[in-house]
């Protein structure tokens, strides 16, 4: 089963007829690391779906590249503003592993909304991506650094071992030699 059907199936069942209707709209990208998919000023004109690889969307701030989040597979991905709105980007999106993402052009994710099946899933996905959005703000707002680390240490230690330490260290508000302390109190304890 193609892996972006398995992944929307997540969320809602999927007839054979509607997905055949969505695997038309879409195309199979492979994307070396460190690459820049969106850059900052630039419209995005695609929804992508991330089969393999990682992801970081960062903005430039003072010459320093800041880190916002960052997506692992699978899941669905876009410069939120730039693609609901048609208008310039105010972030970037990078690839930090070699990646395969399978892209569709804001007109077919337009037109797929007449799909009950689609327009659900799209409205599951925001509300999901909503929620995590809360609760990172929560978190920027309530957590030290140093719990924010525990807390992704808990949820995804996998990742923090895939992400450039400068990357993570931004992604947490930190220098890299903070961080490298915070990771050593960890270890000792």
Aim: contains cysteine; negative net charge; proline residues 3%.
């Amino acid at each position: 089963m193609h892996p972006f059907r398995q992944f929307i199936q997540r969320y809602i069942p999927l007839s054979d007829a509607d997905w055949n209707t969505i695997e038309a709209c879409i195309s199979r990208r492979e994307i070396a690391k460190e690459s820049i998919l969106l850059e900052e000023g630039k419209t995005c004109k695609h929804l992508y779906f991330l089969e393999t690889g990682l992801l970081r969307f960062f903005v430039w701030k003072d010459g320093n590249d800041i880190t916002k989040y960052f997506t692992d597979v699978p899941y669905v991905f876009t410069s939120q503003k730039s693609f609901a709105k048609q208008t310039p980007a105010q972030e970037n999106i990078e690839t930090l592993e070699d990646s395969i993402i399978w892209q569709m052009s804001y007109e077919d994710a337009q037109r797929l909304l007449t799909l009950n099946s689609w327009s659900t899933f799209i409205r599951l996905l925001v509300q999901e991506v909503q929620t995590y959005t809360e609760e990172i703000l929560e978190a920027l707002q309530t957590e030290t650094a140093e719990n924010r680390y525990r807390m992704m240490l808990h949820a995804d230690a996998d990742l923090l071992q895939r992400v450039p330490l400068k990357h993570l260290a931004s992604y947490l508000g930190i220098a890299p030699q903070s961080l490298s302390r915070i990771r050593k109190n960890i270890r000792k304890s």
